[in-house]
């Protein structure tokens, strides 16, 4: 593996905008690469952030021997046939979140990276900010005692567009896969595997979940509250309730932001120092483990993956929503 990345964005679409603006912070990866349906938008998404090679189709991406890894920048309901054809050409992954549609989905990608001995990572790239990793680090030195209860919203007004992603079930449409897979990835991060599922969702005209409230339960009595939702604002503000103090991540808490640590009746505030537009950082953590030769990066291991997807799996059994893709 040589020194520098060499990556390649498969779909070009706005997360992959916001990806090659992340791996333009790196001094160790380049993107050389990008691939499209049609020649049009690789030249113009190519020529917009200065990537030598330009392919009009995945197939051609994925082939291109001087690609080091892809990231998946589709709609969700392709990533699974998108991965699998990186796969299938030797290319490590990295995908972006929701990781797909469902578990069963999920596991079949695992399985075929295992079986190709091939790194593969689900690109929830809040997992990877700053204050994450500090908040985690400091959940877990016990300063704010026993983590008990952590609440967190991600929901916005979206506009009345029902062929946009976010309404569309075509396209996975919906709060849970848009953005509550970004609070229940938080919650299960501090919690652990959740023994208790349950949620409510308003579905809306198109048939997605505009608006959602579920409650996890975990082992030892530990409770997460969240919302999520794609046509009503909410303050987008994280905190862990501990025994002894909390830790509250700032809005919007899953980009980069800051922390409060409150200890005996003590706030201190953190503000990890940010580099780049943040999605540098799930690039960086993935360039290690290819360096290295790690196949699951410990920082968002398979096991994590699947049971996150698990957990919208539940919830959207609980509300009836299907998507077409799954039918």
Wanted: aromatic share 8%; charged share 20%; with cysteine.
């Amino acid at each position: 593996m040589s020194k520098t990345i060499k990556w390649g964005i498969l779909g070009l679409g706005g997360i992959a905008n916001a990806f090659a603006e992340g791996v333009s912070a790196l001094t160790d990866a380049e993107v050389i690469a990008c691939g499209s349906r049609t020649a049009e938008k690789a030249e113009e998404f190519g020529a917009k952030w200065n990537i030598p090679h330009r392919h009009a189709s995945y197939e051609a991406l994925v082939a291109d021997p001087d690609v080091d890894a892809i990231y998946v920048a589709t709609p969700h309901p392709i990533h699974k046939e998108n991965c699998l054809l990186a796969i299938a050409n030797g290319k490590p992954v990295l995908c972006e979140k929701p990781f797909t549609v469902n578990a069963g989905e999920t596991e079949v990608i695992i399985a075929a990276a295992k079986a190709a001995n091939l790194l593969v990572m689900d690109g929830m790239w809040s997992r990877f900010l700053p204050h994450v990793v500090k908040a985690h680090e400091l959940a877990n030195s016990g300063i704010i005692g026993d983590v008990r209860m952590l609440q967190a919203d991600f929901a916005f007004r979206g506009g009345w567009k029902p062929e946009e992603r976010w309404l569309n079930p075509v396209l996975g449409g919906g709060g849970l896969l848009d953005v509550g897979v970004y609070v229940i990835s938080l919650a299960q991060l501090f919690m652990g595997k959740p023994n208790y599922i349950s949620g409510t969702a308003h579905i809306g005209e198109t048939g997605v979940d505009e608006q959602a409230a579920m409650v996890l339960g975990f082992p030892e009595g530990k409770i997460a509250s969240l919302i999520c939702g794609v046509r009503t604002n909410t303050p987008h503000e994280a905190t862990i309730f501990g025994t002894e103090g909390s830790i509250k991540m700032h809005k919007l808490w899953w980009r980069p932001s800051k922390l409060t640590l409150s200890v005996n009746g003590k706030d201190e505030e953190i503000a990890p120092e940010i580099v780049g537009n943040g999605f540098n950082y799930e690039a960086a953590e993935f360039g290690r483990c290819l360096r290295e030769g790690i196949k699951e990066s410990p920082m968002r291991p398979h096991s994590e993956t699947i049971s996150v997807m698990n957990t919208m799996d539940t919830l959207r059994k609980q509300w009836g929503l299907v998507y077409p893709s799954e039918k």
